[in-house]
């Protein structure tokens, strides 16, 4: 049982315009929300995070929009480079126990194209 | 550059072997998460350990083992190993933002390759 799903395993988008990236989960005890950029023969890299409380967060050309009724969240790039092509990986933790494992979703492959 | 960094790069073994990955976190962090990343799969977790104890465990067969030692590395036995353990496996480190939340760092990873 997959909880955090990232149903378009590609996007293409031409430089300058907007990428969005979709994620959604199906557990509800899932507090904080993460995105992760990864390249090629590397470990994935942190890039923005968002708690439960918030439904928005901004850091530069990146904002993570969070709809908890509908349990979604949505990574918008803009505008976008061609350094931004990676792998995107939408992660989600129930911060109980003090765990703070992170549950993936199987990535979105983002082209920007220049 | 994460700070946390993983050996060795590539592993190529038989079945039936036995590995061990070792990680070294980031300096000051306490907790050390390892992941698998199988083909076409997101990552999953496996095991944490918090300053040397176990804190929680994901879908970690029991072929696999894990411990952290007094200077806060890790390592991820793999035993009786199988062609479907061939994957990536990621050792993460974290540490608490001014915001109260726990950032997982990733190191580069290991590529296990099992023939």
């Known amino acids: 049982d997959q909880q955090v799903k990232q149903n378009s395993p590609s996007l293409s988008v031409q430089e300058g315009r907007i990428s969005i990236l979709n994620c959604d989960y199906t557990?509800?005890?899932?507090?904080?929300f993460l995105w992760y950029k990864k390249y090629p023969a590397e470990g994935p890299t942190f890039l923005i995070s968002i708690s439960s409380i918030k439904d928005k967060n901004e850091d530069g050309r990146f904002t993570v929009f969070l709809n908890k009724s509908a349990k979604h969240l949505s990574l918008h790039i803009v505008p976008s480079q061609p350094g931004d092509s990676a792998v995107y990986f939408c992660a989600a933790s129930a911060n109980g126990a003090g765990s703070y494992q992170l549950t993936f979703g199987k990535g979105t492959k983002l082209s920007v194209i220049p | 550059d994460s700070g946390v960094t993983q050996t060795p790069k590539h592993l190529i073994t038989a079945t039936g072997q036995r590995v061990t990955l070792r990680c070294s976190p980031r300096?000051?962090?306490?907790?050390v998460y390892w992941y698998q990343q199988s083909l076409d799969q997101g990552l999953q977790f496996l095991i944490q350990?918090?300053?040397?104890?176990?804190?929680a465990k994901g879908n970690i067969l029991e072929r696999f083992s894990a411990q952290q030692f007094p200077d806060l590395h890790s390592e991820l036995n793999l035993s009786s190993l199988e062609l479907g353990d061939s994957a990536l496996y990621f050792c993460a480190s974290s540490a608490r933002t001014s915001g109260g939340i726990f950032e997982q760092f990733f190191g580069p990873g290991t590529r296990l390759t099992v023939l």
């Open positions: 300096s000051g962090d306490l907790s």
């Open positions: 350990y918090y300053n040397g104890e176990e804190r």
């Open positions: 557990n509800s005890m899932f507090d904080y």
